[in-house]
């Protein structure tokens, strides 16, 4: 782990709806214990509206929100990334970069809210996944990271994961 806090890195294939709000959800709710980001495999190069639109009914700003290209943690400048989630089953069974440092990785798996009709239905969806990331990432921020082996923090999530399944 780095030395003054660890680095999270939530990965969806656009990188514009699930990994957002993780993104989001990590970096508001650690206080600043940890350092999270987001990014995808084939960026859809926007964020979607309902991803921001979902954050905001939930007081969390995120005016630097962007899609991104994973590319740009696996670069030797990049931040050492000590857990990795996947948030949708195409980025978790694709071939990943290598990541510098082999970071703890988990797949916590969640159901894309973007194609959904009608509007509504979409919302409701948006909110589903919020609901469903921020149980996740609350219980995985409980967690003693600091004292915990990397196979221990990786099998907490697995159970935080199925724990807290839709």
């Not at 969806?12 to 495999?41: D, M, P, Q, W, Y």
């Not at 995985?140 to 196979?151: D, H, I, R, S, V």
Request: glycine share 6%; net charge neutral; hydrophobic share 40%.
């Amino acid at each position: 782990m780095s030395a003054r806090f660890p680095n999270i890195l939530v990965l969806c294939t656009g990188n514009s709806a699930r990994s957002i709000l993780g993104e989001a959800l990590f970096n508001h709710l650690s206080k600043g214990r940890v350092r999270a980001f987001s990014a995808g495999s084939r960026p859809a190069g926007q964020v979607n509206t309902l991803a921001l639109e979902t954050l905001a009914k939930h007081g969390i700003s995120f005016p630097g929100a962007r899609s991104k290209s994973w590319d740009e943690f696996a670069k030797p400048d990049a931040p050492k990334i000590d857990y990795l989630f996947t948030v949708c089953a195409s980025a978790a069974g694709e071939t990943c970069p290598i990541w510098p440092g082999h970071p703890t990785t988990a797949h916590w798996g969640i159901d894309d809210p973007a194609p959904i009709e009608p509007l509504e239905a979409r919302r409701a969806a948006f909110e589903a996944d919020y609901q469903a990331l921020y149980k996740r990432i609350e219980a995985f921020l409980k967690l003693p990271l600091e004292t915990m082996t990397a196979q221990e923090i990786k099998s907490a999530a697995h159970h935080i994961h199925e724990e807290h399944k839709l």
